[in-house]
Protein backbone atom coordinates (compact mmCIF):
# COMPACT_ATOMS: atom_id res chain seq x y z
CA UNK A 1 0.00 0.00 0.00
CA UNK A 2 2.87 2.85 1.17
CA UNK A 3 4.35 1.54 -2.56
CA UNK A 4 1.46 2.78 -4.26
CA UNK A 5 0.38 5.96 -2.89
CA UNK A 6 4.73 6.46 -3.08
CA UNK A 7 3.96 6.40 -6.84
CA UNK A 8 0.81 8.03 -6.86
CA UNK A 9 2.52 10.58 -5.19
CA UNK A 10 5.72 10.63 -7.00
CA UNK A 11 3.59 10.76 -10.75
CA UNK A 12 1.67 14.06 -9.81
CA UNK A 13 4.89 15.52 -9.30
CA UNK A 14 6.41 14.68 -12.61
CA UNK A 15 4.94 16.69 -14.62
CA UNK A 16 6.04 20.03 -12.28
CA UNK A 17 9.56 18.67 -12.18
CA UNK A 18 9.58 18.01 -15.97
CA UNK A 19 8.27 21.59 -16.83
CA UNK A 20 10.87 23.16 -14.86
CA UNK A 21 12.94 25.18 -16.24
CA UNK A 22 17.05 25.85 -15.12
CA UNK A 23 18.17 29.75 -15.24
CA UNK A 24 21.95 29.70 -13.28
CA UNK A 25 25.07 31.73 -13.58
CA UNK A 26 27.68 33.98 -11.76
CA UNK A 27 26.72 37.33 -11.13
CA UNK A 28 30.17 40.09 -10.76
CA UNK A 29 30.88 43.63 -9.94
CA UNK A 30 34.32 45.20 -10.91
CA UNK A 31 35.66 41.75 -12.52
CA UNK A 32 35.23 39.93 -8.92
CA UNK A 33 31.87 37.64 -7.94
CA UNK A 34 29.99 39.58 -6.16
CA UNK A 35 29.10 39.31 -2.05
CA UNK A 36 27.73 36.35 -0.83
CA UNK A 37 23.83 36.53 -0.11
CA UNK A 38 22.36 39.00 -2.94
CA UNK A 39 18.34 38.69 -3.69
CA UNK A 40 18.25 37.14 -6.61
CA UNK A 41 14.73 36.96 -8.17
CA UNK A 42 13.08 35.83 -10.96
CA UNK A 43 9.48 36.74 -12.15
CA UNK A 44 7.50 35.07 -15.29
CA UNK A 45 4.15 34.74 -15.87
CA UNK A 46 3.27 33.79 -12.60
CA UNK A 47 5.01 33.58 -9.26
CA UNK A 48 8.55 34.96 -8.07
CA UNK A 49 11.64 32.61 -7.41
CA UNK A 50 14.25 33.83 -5.40
CA UNK A 51 17.31 32.88 -3.77
CA UNK A 52 20.82 34.00 -2.61
CA UNK A 53 24.10 33.79 -4.15
CA UNK A 54 26.54 32.06 -3.02
CA UNK A 55 30.24 32.76 -1.69
CA UNK A 56 31.65 32.72 -5.74
CA UNK A 57 28.56 35.41 -6.98
CA UNK A 58 26.86 32.08 -8.30
CA UNK A 59 22.86 31.27 -8.58
CA UNK A 60 20.92 28.81 -9.20
CA UNK A 61 16.49 28.72 -9.37
CA UNK A 62 14.42 26.82 -11.53
CA UNK A 63 10.98 28.35 -13.43
CA UNK A 64 8.31 26.58 -13.60
CA UNK A 65 7.01 28.56 -17.05
CA UNK A 66 9.18 29.06 -20.06
CA UNK A 67 9.07 32.30 -21.67
CA UNK A 68 10.60 35.96 -21.75
CA UNK A 69 11.29 36.35 -17.58
CA UNK A 70 12.94 39.53 -15.83
CA UNK A 71 15.43 38.72 -13.47
CA UNK A 72 16.34 41.39 -10.78
CA UNK A 73 19.24 41.78 -8.28
CA UNK A 74 18.76 43.19 -4.95
CA UNK A 75 21.48 45.58 -3.69
CA UNK A 76 20.63 47.44 -0.48
CA UNK A 77 17.90 49.87 -1.93
CA UNK A 78 18.58 49.45 -5.86
CA UNK A 79 17.15 46.27 -8.02
CA UNK A 80 18.73 46.32 -11.28
CA UNK A 81 17.27 44.01 -13.85
CA UNK A 82 17.22 42.20 -16.92
CA UNK A 83 15.77 40.34 -19.96
CA UNK A 84 15.83 36.82 -19.63
CA UNK A 85 14.45 33.62 -21.11
CA UNK A 86 13.27 30.33 -19.66
CA UNK A 87 13.62 27.52 -21.19
CA UNK A 88 12.61 23.75 -20.86
CA UNK A 89 16.76 23.06 -20.27
CA UNK A 90 18.95 25.02 -18.36
CA UNK A 91 19.58 28.47 -19.20
CA UNK A 92 22.82 30.54 -18.17
CA UNK A 93 22.86 33.86 -17.13
CA UNK A 94 26.41 35.35 -16.21
CA UNK A 95 25.87 38.80 -15.52
CA UNK A 96 27.75 41.45 -14.53
CA UNK A 97 26.52 44.59 -12.44
CA UNK A 98 27.97 47.90 -12.64
CA UNK A 99 27.17 51.38 -12.07
CA UNK A 100 25.60 53.94 -14.75
CA UNK A 101 24.99 57.48 -14.35
CA UNK A 102 24.78 56.88 -10.38
CA UNK A 103 22.97 53.70 -10.92
CA UNK A 104 23.59 49.77 -10.50
CA UNK A 105 22.46 48.07 -14.25
CA UNK A 106 22.96 44.29 -15.21
CA UNK A 107 24.42 43.44 -18.46
CA UNK A 108 25.52 39.99 -19.73
CA UNK A 109 28.67 38.91 -19.93
Known amino acids: MRILALSVLLLAAAPAVVGAGEIYGS ?3 AGKPVKEG ?3 E ?8 AVETDTYGAYRLFVQEEGKCTLTVTVGDEKPSIA ?6 SARYNLILEKKDGKLTLRSE
Open 27 to 29: IKE
Open 38 to 40: LKV
Open 42 to 49: VVCAEAPV
Open 84 to 89: VHSFED
